[in-house]
Nanobody
Framework: QVQVVESGGGAVQTGDSLRLSCVAS????????MGWFRQAPGKDREFVGA????????YYGESMKGRVTISRDNAKNTIYLQMNNLKPEDSAVYYC???????????????????WGQGTQVTVSS
């Protein structure tokens, strides 16, 4: 069993930066690749990016590519999503998910992820 808890969301302005954190706890957490996703009201959940079990590899979706960096600190069981140059269309609930698929497949196969957090709200005002 893996528990996933996101934090760090909030209200920011256009152009600001924000770093989200995802703490994953459980005996086998290091076996899982971790992904970040987001969902805006009335829209489907969208893949932002993912990081491999070791943290050595990352893969990003098109939605925020070039403006986000995902990192992982296995000593702290924490995954980070650094977001820069935020825009109002980035407003959404951001979720962290754990899965055993290849990171490039986490987007297309998000329905198969094993564990999800409750999400953290990010609101970007113009």
């Amino acid at each position: 069993q893996v528990q996933v808890v996101e934090s760090g969301g909030g209200a920011v302005q256009t152009g600001d930066s924000l770093r989200l954190s995802c703490v994953a706890s459980g005996r086998t957490v290091n076996r899982y690749a971790m992904g970040w996703f987001r969902q805006a009201p009335g829209k489907d959940r969208e893949f932002v990016g993912a990081v491999s079990q070791s943290g050595a590899s990352t893969y990003y979706g098109e939605s925020m590519k070039g403006r986000v960096t995902i990192s992982r600190d296995n000593a702290k069981n924490t995954i980070y999503l650094q977001m820069n140059n935020l825009k109002p269309e980035d407003s959404a609930v951001y979720y962290c998910g754990a899965g055993q698929s290849a990171i490039a497949n986490m987007g297309p196969r998000m329905a198969n992820l094993d564990y999800w957090g409750q999400g953290t709200q990010v609101t970007v005002s113009s």
